[in-house]
């Protein structure tokens, strides 16, 4: 039985191991790539990285060497071409003047091209060594977007609301029991959850860091941004319906209680106690049924059961006998959480003082079109003069 690592795309062969893994700074690192919708990198290139950011702040030993970047190496290989061709030219400009047959307009030419490659050729001026060692290396796309996104992350606390901005509260669980009620945030699986902590810290970077939904991975420019979209749309809850949904926070989950044990290798033919099964002789083999009757088990008037087991039923009930239900839908664990979250939102929650207000207006207007209607009853026939229409 192998234990993965879906960040870092590793297997392991005790929980022991991929417990040190997960507490090691290399997942960490690849699992806040993974929130910015970036690749996970290899173990390589992450103490790569480390040393070069280390030998930055002066902290790396000093038999480390310095890496050369991409932006120098092609530098040198610019410098190195100029000088090889001014060495040709001023061997070619050598001969041509040993020679004496060289003329004027030939000498010109190369003298020009001597001073456009001495023009052309860079400036370069000693640095300190302070400065060369300081020397940033250049950052590709990817990078630069993840040290944004680290420069302005913001941390959400264990004991804060991922949703609701600055609303904090004693502990954990009382933030998580006011998430599951104001906001429907349940967590699935929760007989096989083994790291809590970690699956609501994975929320928190998810939202504080990366600016991204937890349900539709909707990536906005900030957190107020990224918190307006879930509160409006209704995405405070975890997916947990596909299958990468589902695999996004395994690490989270321990289900190795539900394996059933290994099935015992063929051809074991021996008993509980450890002895061989003795077959007679007499004993028959073979897997052959027992004859079916030919009497028919029921007769109620409408359904004739056959000894072959099938039902036949009268021509007058020939109409529900065509009628194609619907089999039962057996919902899974994550479809009921989803249908409980959204029709949870469904109930409007009215304060009581508002609920008792608004019915008092009512009983005012109630009672005030009660007393319209009673006067206009009451003057409904009062007129001056009554003239007979068919007296006219």
């Given at each position: 039985m192998q234990y993965t690592c879906n960040s870092c795309g590793l297997a392991f062969a005790s929980p022991d191991d991929q417990r040190i893994h997960m507490?090691?700074?290399?997942?960490?690192?690849?699992?806040?790539?993974?929130?910015?919708?970036?690749?996970?990198?290899?173990?390589?290139?992450?103490?790569?990285?480390?040393?070069?950011?280390?030998?930055?702040?002066?902290?790396?030993?000093?038999?480390?060497?310095?890496?050369?970047?991409?932006?120098?190496?092609?530098?040198?290989?610019?410098?190195?071409l100029m000088e090889k061709k001014r060495?040709?030219?001023?061997?070619?400009?050598?001969?041509?003047?040993?020679?004496?047959?060289?003329?004027?307009?030939?000498?010109?030419?190369?003298?020009?091209e001597l001073e456009l490659i001495k023009i052309q050729e860079p400036v370069t001026t000693p640095?300190?060594?302070?400065?060369?060692?300081?020397?940033?290396?250049?950052?590709?796309?990817?990078?630069?977007?993840?040290?944004?996104?680290?420069?302005?992350?913001?941390?959400?606390?264990?004991?804060?609301?991922?949703?609701?901005?600055?609303?904090?509260?004693?502990?954990?669980?009382?933030?998580?029991?006011?998430?599951?009620?104001k906001h429907g945030l349940y967590i699935p699986e929760r007989d096989y959850l083994v790291d809590k902590a970690g699956l609501m810290q994975y929320l928190s970077e998810k939202i504080g860091l990366g600016n991204v939904c937890i349900?539709?991975?909707?990536?906005?420019r900030t957190l107020e941004a990224v918190r307006a979209h879930m509160l409006a749309k209704f995405h405070c809850r975890i997916p947990y319906e596909s299958e990468s949904?589902?695999?996004?926070?395994?690490?989270?989950?321990?289900?190795?209680?539900?394996?059933?044990?290994?099935?015992?290798?063929?051809?074991?033919?021996?008993?509980?106690?450890?002895?061989?099964?003795?077959?007679?002789?007499?004993?028959?083999?073979?897997?052959?049924?027992?004859?079916?009757?030919?009497?028919?088990?029921?007769n109620n008037g409408h359904e004739l059961l056959l000894p072959s087991g099938v039902v036949v039923g009268h021509r007058s009930l020939s109409r529900y006998y065509k009628q194609s239900l619907r089999p039962e839908q057996v919902l899974s664990e994550g479809q009921g959480t989803v249908i409980a979250a959204e029709s949870r939102h469904m109930l409007s929650v009215m304060d009581k003082k508002e609920y008792a207000e608004k019915k008092r207006e009512w009983g005012w207007e109630k009672h005030t079109a009660d007393q319209f209607d009673r006067k206009a009853k009451k003057f409904i026939n009062n007129q001056p003069h009554y003239f007979d229409q068919l007296l006219q």
């Open positions: 507490k090691s700074d290399w997942h960490r690192y690849n699992l806040k790539r993974r929130v910015a919708d970036l690749p996970a990198i290899s173990e390589e290139n992450f103490k790569t990285k480390v040393a070069v950011r280390g030998r930055k702040g002066g902290k790396l030993e000093a038999d480390v060497q310095k890496t050369v970047t991409k932006k120098e190496q092609r530098q040198r290989e610019k410098e190195a060495q040709l030219l001023e061997a070619a400009r050598a001969s041509m003047i040993a020679a004496g047959t060289n003329t004027q307009a030939q000498f010109d030419q190369i003298t020009s640095e300190p060594a302070e400065a060369t060692e300081e020397a940033q290396p250049e950052l590709s796309q990817e990078e630069q977007l993840m040290q944004a996104k680290l420069k302005n992350q913001v941390e959400i606390p264990a004991n804060c609301c991922l949703f609701c901005p600055n609303k904090s509260f004693p502990n954990a669980a009382v933030a998580e029991d006011h998430m599951f009620r349900v539709c991975n909707f990536q906005a949904e589902k695999l996004e926070i395994s690490d989270f989950y321990d289900f190795s209680s539900t394996y059933g044990d290994a099935a015992a290798p063929e051809g074991d033919a021996t008993t509980p106690e450890g002895e061989w099964e003795d077959v007679e002789e007499g004993e028959d083999d073979s897997d052959e049924e027992a004859p079916l009757p030919t009497e028919v088990a029921i």
